[in-house]
């Protein structure tokens, strides 16, 4: 159980931890792109306003004068292109690297032939008309490049961070879960020890009413108070067996050593002690189906797992109807769904079942010796074994609980 705990908590880090991680990364990345970017727009509107004079207009159509002024200022190897566009937009001249030679009136970022271009343009007028067009445009590749770069040292990094992370808080878990484990731990001592110790009060008490029963019975003196007394008697001693056993079953390596078993045999031997109680009361009990896998488990403890279901099924249903007992598995899991065709569980008390000294109707179970353990016990003897049990219920049609143990495969 407890490992679980940490298991869970370390995931919950991890999955903090990620998000920690990824989210401020993803921002990162999507500034360092941004500012790049921007930096070639802000490059791009220099070169618009310092070259955006040097045009002359000849018959109408812009050209770039002032050529030699221009590759002077330009730095060698420089990416820029520039390109002088008439006012329909056909393309007139080019400098330096080609570029996308078409005049991009609204777009700011442009794909061609697998180069990625920023462009900016501006309109060229003479008398407020237009007569062309002067464009320019830069290469992405340097911010693509840079982009990927961060993200490939970022990726590179997340595995080390989280498992670093994810290992610590595995770590962490330990020290925050042994103050509750030591409490937890307590709490089922005391009540393995106090159940013990009530025993013998209760002998003594058990023996006395034996003794009162024996005097009195000749005078039918009280007989329905002393059996009340007897009955009440009874339900300690099952209660405080109980409590024993769920202490034990919670308690990690307290239940003993394990062997291989049948669980095909533990099953028909624990049907064949209930027979003669179904026979009695008309309650049609089978063993639908076989299968055969072996599980590492205590016999005893699944015994009683099988015997509480049963008991339940039993119980919950009325003369007249059956409980099936059926087997199944896959490659890892073994499963036996115990299926009556009794009085069901309402939707709202299933999720509750399993908990301690929890009874669907007060009344009803009590009457029926139920003590609101049998449940507890036989989940805690499920997960003792690495199994779970699931139920399933429709009011008035009956219930399913299927009990999934693991196979034991060495
Ligand atoms: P109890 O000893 O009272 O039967 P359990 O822990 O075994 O306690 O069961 C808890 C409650 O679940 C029971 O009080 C009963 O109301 C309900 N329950 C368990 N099994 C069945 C079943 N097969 N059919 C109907 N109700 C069931």
């Known amino acids: 159980m407890f490992s679980n705990v940490r298991w869970r908590i370390a995931l919950w880090f991890v999955g903090l931890s990620t998000a920690a991680y990824v989210i401020p990364t993803l921002l990162a990345l999507f500034l360092f792109y941004s500012n790049l970017t921007a930096a070639i727009d802000s490059e791009l509107n220099g070169f618009i306003a310092s070259f955006g004079h040097a045009i002359n207009v000849e018959n109408g159509k812009p050209v770039l004068r002032d050529w030699a002024r221009i590759v002077q200022t330009t730095p060698a190897h420089s990416l820029v292109t520039y390109q002088l566009f008439d006012k329909d937009g056909h393309i007139l001249e080019t400098h330096f690297p080609t570029g996308i030679p078409t005049l991009f009136k609204d777009a700011q970022e442009v794909s061609e ?8 343009m501006t309109p060229l007028k003479e008398k407020d008309k237009i007569v062309g067009y002067l464009q320019v445009q830069l290469p992405t590749k340097a911010r693509d490049e840079a982009v990927d770069q961060l993200a490939l040292v970022t990726a590179m990094f997340a595995p080390v961070v989280l498992l ?4 610590s808080s595995y770590l962490v878990s330990e ?3 042994v103050q509750i484990r030591r409490s937890l731990d307590l709490l089922r001592q005391f009540i393995a020890d106090a159940s013990h110790e009530l025993n013998t009060p209760l002998s003594v008490v058990q023996a006395a009413h034996e003794s009162l029963l024996r005097l009195v019975e000749p005078t039918g003196l009280g007989s329905a108070e002393l059996e009340a007394s007897e009955s009440a008697l009874e339900r300690m001693e099952k209660m405080l067996e109980d409590l024993t056993l769920l202490a034990t079953m919670e308690t990690p390596d307290a239940a003993g050593t394990t062997e291989r078993l049948d669980l095909t045999a533990v099953l028909h031997g624990v049907i064949n002690e209930f027979r003669p109680k179904f026979e009695q ?3 049609q009990l089978a063993l639908a189906t076989e299968v ?3 599980v590492d488990g205590h016999r005893t403890a699944l015994e009683r797992l099988f015997a509480n279901l049963i008991e339940n099924a039993f119980r919950y249903t009325d003369s007249g109807g059956s409980v099936k007992v059926s087997t199944g598995k896959d490659s890892h899991y073994v499963s036996v769904s115990i299926i009556d065709s009794g009085i069901g569980i309402p939707n709202e008390s299933l999720p509750k079942i399993f908990d301690r000294f929890y009874r669907v109707d007060e009344s009803r179970s009590r009457a029926s010796g139920g003590s609101g353990l049998g449940l507890s016990i036989a989940i805690a003897i499920a ?3 690495g199994g779970d049990i699931e139920a399933h219920s429709e009011l008035g049609k009956g219930s399913t609980f299927k009990v999934t143990l693991p196979i034991d495969t060495t």
């Open 292 to 294: 055969t896998a072996p």
């Open 175 to 177: 020290k925050a879960t």
């Open 383 to 385: 997960h003792s074994h």
């Open 164 to 167: 670093g992370l994810g290992w």
């Open 281 to 283: 009361k008309e309650v």
């Open 113 to 120: 032939n697998g180069v990625t271009m920023r462009t900016r």
